[in-house]
């Protein structure tokens, strides 16, 4: 099995493309091995010292190292983590992707159904490409609230990506959009 890797914006992540789909559908985002129990890929990437972070996207494996670890050291674990867990042939993950809820009022549904159709068909392909995701979590009074997984997820550039990036296209599209900010969960 030939795994690709892959740089992205923030240096402590690197994206890993098996070939293969991981999730398929949906994402799903271990900020710790305490809550990665329902992934047995997540639970086995803990497992190596220095991991900090699991992403699984569609088609790829983002982790996240600690600043103690140098990647030379922990990307040829990583790769046999990965090779082992699609030759066991078993799940990725266990249920479904996590879905959180969402802060709308119903009398906004039209314009927070413009903002999703903005936010799937031009950011989070563009997003995805660097190894995470933005899940829209609420829009009230004009802010609309998103939440940056994977390698974005505190990578130094994901504030302004929100800002300048996404608010900008988001006003422009929809005007009732004042403002994006970005939430934890």
């Known amino acids: 099995m030939f795994i690709e890797t892959e740089d992205t914006p923030n240096p402590a992540t690197l994206k890993f ?13 271990f900020t710790s091995a305490e809550i990665a129990g329902r992934s047995s890929l997540a639970t086995a990437l803990f497992a ?3 991991v900090a972070r699991v992403f699984l ?13 140098a990647w030379s050291e922990l990307k040829p674990l990583v790769l046999s983590v990965i090779v082992d ?10 249920g479904e992707a996590d879905e959180a809820d969402e802060d709308v009022a119903p009398e906004d549904r039209e314009i927070v159904d413009q903002i999703k159709e903005l936010l799937d068909t031009r950011v989070r392909p563009a997003v995805a490409s660097d190894g ?17 997984q994977g390698a974005c997820s505190g990578c130094p ?3 302004a990506t929100l800002k300048h990036g996404v ?6 599209y929809v005007p009732e959009v004042t ?3 970005q939430v934890d969960a």
């Not at 493309?17 to 994402?27: I, K, S």
């Not at 933005?134 to 609309?144: A, T």
């Open 157 to 159: 550039s994901s504030r």
């Open 132 to 148: 995470g995701d933005i899940v829209f979590r609420g829009y009230r009074d004009g802010v609309v609230r998103l939440h940056m």
């Open 167 to 172: 608010e900008n296209m988001l006003r422009h």
């Open 179 to 181: 403002s994006v900010e």
């Open 48 to 50: 190596e010292p220095g």
């Open 57 to 69: 996207g569609a088609d790829f494996i983002a982790v996240t190292k600690s600043d103690d670890v």
């Open 85 to 94: 867990q699609f030759v066991s042939g078993r799940p990725i993950i266990e």
């Open 17 to 29: 493309l098996p070939g293969r789909d991981v999730m398929g559908v949906g994402t799903a985002d």
